[in-house]
């Protein structure tokens, strides 16, 4: 998740990015690794796999046909020959980007948010059970 509000556009995200995954516009946008990730649906050719718990593109399957860059919802996906976008530094402890960045301002957020999802849809289970 990216905080717009703190980011100074440095682009140290863009530029220590391994793979090149960061578009930087005004801010840098980067894949949200989405629980249900359009960009998975739709690949034919099942190019694109949860790994690590990050949506990563299997260079070696895209057949580059762009309906992943169509269907994401952030516009995170860049076409060339294949598909190319964020991988969220799957193999590492923290994202690159993350670590280079002097702001704070790409963070953890999405972790926050969705563990106060789980939280909340737990709550919300056991009072629905409570009130049968």
């Given at each position: 998740m990216i905080d717009i509000k703190k980011c100074v556009g440095c682009r140290r995200c863009e530029m220590s990015c391994p793979i090149n995954?960061?578009?930087?516009?005004?801010?840098?946008?980067?894949c949200?690794?989405?629980?249900?990730?359009?960009c998975l649906e739709v690949c034919p050719e099942n190019a694109i796999e949860r790994i690590n718990n990050k949506v990563v593109i299997i260079k070696d399957k895209c057949i580059g046909c762009g309906l992943c860059?169509?269907?994401?919802?952030?516009?995170?996906?860049?076409?060339?020959?294949?598909?190319?976008?964020?991988?969220?530094?799957y193999k590492l402890e923290k994202e690159i980007c993350k670590t280079v960045c002097p702001t704070g301002a790409i963070n953890d957020l999405e972790n926050i948010i969705n563990e106060k999802l789980k939280m909340s849809n737990e709550?919300?289970?056991?009072?629905?059970?409570y009130s049968r």
């Open positions: 995954g960061i578009i930087f516009l005004d801010y840098p946008i980067k949200f690794h989405c629980e249900k990730a359009p860059a169509l269907a994401c919802p952030f516009g995170a996906i860049r076409m060339g020959k294949v598909a190319m976008k964020c991988n969220g530094c709550r919300y289970r056991i009072i629905h059970l």
